[in-house]
């Protein structure tokens, strides 16, 4: 439940839908390595601090995944 919560505040702050932030989320593995072990820490905060904290750890994320898939791309384009 807690996990869903995150998912719709940070949605609606950020004017996408449910799924497509559900989506950006799980590519970039925030509930693995944020939202489940920081549980015990992050639901003792209001709901603003959280959805500014899960912003800001999804930019850096979604940032770095972008920066590793170009270099991907580049990588493979050299072995062709």
Known sequence: IFACS???SVARRLGVSPTEMYSRMKRVNLF???????YD????QSREV???DIIEALNIREKEFRHIVSEYIKTADCLD
Do not use: G, Q
Not at 32 to 38: A, D, G, K, M
Not at 41 to 44: D, G
């Open 6 to 8: 995150c998912v719709e």
């Open 32 to 38: 693995n390595e944020l939202i489940y072990p920081c």
């Open 41 to 44: 820490t992050l639901h003792t």
């Open 50 to 52: 959280i959805t500014e």
